[in-house]
């Protein structure tokens, strides 16, 4: 375990944002965690775990102690009959994690290639991209309970994960609001601010199908002739689309896409379409309609405006970029800026659309 003060975290986030942490973490073993918890009375001060920094917007220097999450390791854990149980240290690159596999010859996480980030990230978020979603791979975690030093498991039902979303991105009730010892996970109770995910477990199927739906994947199968790709060919597929459309952070700071994509009730999804005929959306399987919030963003003007430093990417409106200088303290963004341009944005699409836009990324 490594403290460090006044600790610079511009390159530790990938929108290049110059901020600083009062005190900096760097957890490099499971048992980093349970010191941290005892030497720096986690269970009474505010603390925040960053991965890859590719999920956060930081509006100022960060006064919760920062848990940098450093673990490594890359492991079989079981190969069953159905499956392989792949177990990796939180503070992997996801991406790494996506090669390794492929590597040993075990398919599965294909469609989610060059996702930036880290491992222990993906569930926080529910990670997702061409088709496919972390919860479709996932099997259990290990986390640290910032306030016991206590480790614990979950499975996918305890991560109550949704689009975007998991029990790590909901505040735990206030102490004495139900919820006590034990209680780890279940539906409702929030782990924000709470767990440190150390190490997370995947199931991969040896019965491997290629997940194909997606349109732009349908496009490659198409333009290639190739009609029945290997993971290897999906991954080279997800990699290259990946690359012509979101912008490479180490170039251009940036933190993926920044609103979710908003669901609507049919009816509201008509309402929509009389008006403005070219929506792109997709029917949900519970009946509720899914809109691109790109495309929205796109339809008011958005794609390639600058204001102030912070931008929209001009190849995907729903990316906000670091128009200004990634590697200098006083010439770039400022998360102020980026939240200035995320707000101008949901004005604007609440009032031709009536459709309040989500921010994906944490803003702290
Ligand atoms: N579109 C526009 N204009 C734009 C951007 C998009 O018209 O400026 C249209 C596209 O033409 C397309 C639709 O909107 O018809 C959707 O765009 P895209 O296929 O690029 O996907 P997305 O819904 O914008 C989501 C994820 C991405 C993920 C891709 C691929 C969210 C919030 N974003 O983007 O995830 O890579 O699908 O699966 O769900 C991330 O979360 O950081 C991320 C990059």
Not at 227 to 254: H, Y
């Amino acid at each position: 375990m490594l403290v460090e003060k006044n600790a610079p975290l511009q390159n530790a986030n990938s929108f290049g944002i110059a901020a600083r942490a009062h005190t900096l973490v760097r957890l490099r073993e499971e048992g980093d965690v349970s010191r941290a918890v005892a030497e720096l009375r986690l269970d009474r001060t505010p603390f925040f775990v960053l991965g890859g920094g590719s999920n956060v917007v930081l509006t100022g220097d960060v006064k919760p102690v920062v848990l940098k999450m450093e673990i490594k390791g890359l492991r079989l854990l079981e190969a069953t009959p159905r499956a392989w149980i792949v177990e990796a240290g939180a503070g992997e690159l996801w991406h790494d994690l996506v090669a390794w596999t492929l590597a040993q010859g075990w398919p599965g996480l294909e469609n989610l290639a060059l996702i930036p980030g880290t491992v222990g990230a993906a569930p926080v978020q529910n990670i997702g991209a061409y088709g496919v979603e972390l919860q479709d791979r996932f099997h259990s975690l290990t986390a640290v309970d910032g306030l016991t030093g206590q480790a614990f498991e979950l499975d996918a039902a305890q991560c109550a994960f949704g689009y975007r979303d998991s029990v790590f991105k909901h505040a735990a009730p206030v102490a004495g609001e139900g919820a006590g010892e034990g209680a780890h996970g279940q539906r409702g109770m929030g782990l924000a601010g709470r767990a440190v995910i150390t190490r997370v477990r995947l199931a991969l199927p040896r019965a491997w199908r290629p997940a194909l739906e997606y349109l732009d994947l349908q496009k490659k199968c198409h333009e290639t002739g190739i009609a029945q790709p290997d993971a290897r060919q999906i991954f080279d597929w997800v990699c290259a689309i990946r690359s012509a459309k979101l912008p490479d952070p180490a170039v251009l700071g940036n933190a993926g896409s920044f609103f979710k994509n908003p669901t609507v009730t049919a009816e509201q999804c008509r309402d929509i379409i009389a008006r403005e005929p070219r929506i792109v959306h997709y029917p949900m399987a519970d009946g509720s309609i899914k809109l691109a919030a790109g495309w929205l963003i796109d339809a008011c003007g958005w794609r390639g405006k600058t204001v102030g430093r912070a931008g929209v990417y001009e190849k995907q409106a729903l990316v906000l970029v670091n128009r200004g200088d990634r590697h200098s303290e006083r010439r770039s963004v400022t998360g102020g800026e980026v939240m200035t341009l995320a707000r101008a944005i949901q004005t604007s699409v609440y009032e031709r659309f009536g459709i309040q836009l989500e921010p994906e990324p944490v803003v702290v």
